[in-house]
């Protein structure tokens, strides 16, 4: 059973920085396509970061230039270093294993929240 557990949430004010991690345990990270995604109030789910199995990096437009998301194979831990934050970061946000088989499930973390105050 995969476990994904965040943490490094807060509040911050605009222009500032937090780093988010996510420890997994029961499923390799290095092996998966590893996700952050996040949830503000009164708005859909969206994808923020992918890293891929191979390394491969993609983002969302509206975060490029300004996260970063890696990956600690010894640890066994994806993060995203949130830099230049604005008030519109503002949201819930969540690891995810992303499925490797239509026969696969995906995993989900418990979320941290993040605040940036303007």
């Known amino acids: 059973q995969v476990h994904l557990v965040e943490s490094g949430g807060g509040l911050v004010q605009a222009g500032g920085s937090l780093r988010l991690s996510c420890a997994a345990s029961g499923s390799i990270v290095s092996i998966n396509d590893m996700e952050w995604y996040r949830q503000a109030p009164g708005k859909q789910r969206e994808l923020v970061a992918t890293i891929t199995s191979g390394g491969l990096r993609n983002y969302a437009d509206s975060v490029k230039g300004r996260f970063t998301i890696s990956r600690d194979n010894a640890k066994n831990t994806v993060s995203l270093q949130m830099n230049n934050l604005k008030p519109e970061d503002t949201a819930v946000y969540s690891c995810?294993?992303?499925?490797?088989?239509?026969?696969?499930?995906?995993?989900w973390g418990q979320g941290t929240q993040v605040t940036v105050s303007s």
């Open positions: 995810s294993r992303a499925p490797r088989s239509a026969w696969d499930k995906r995993d």
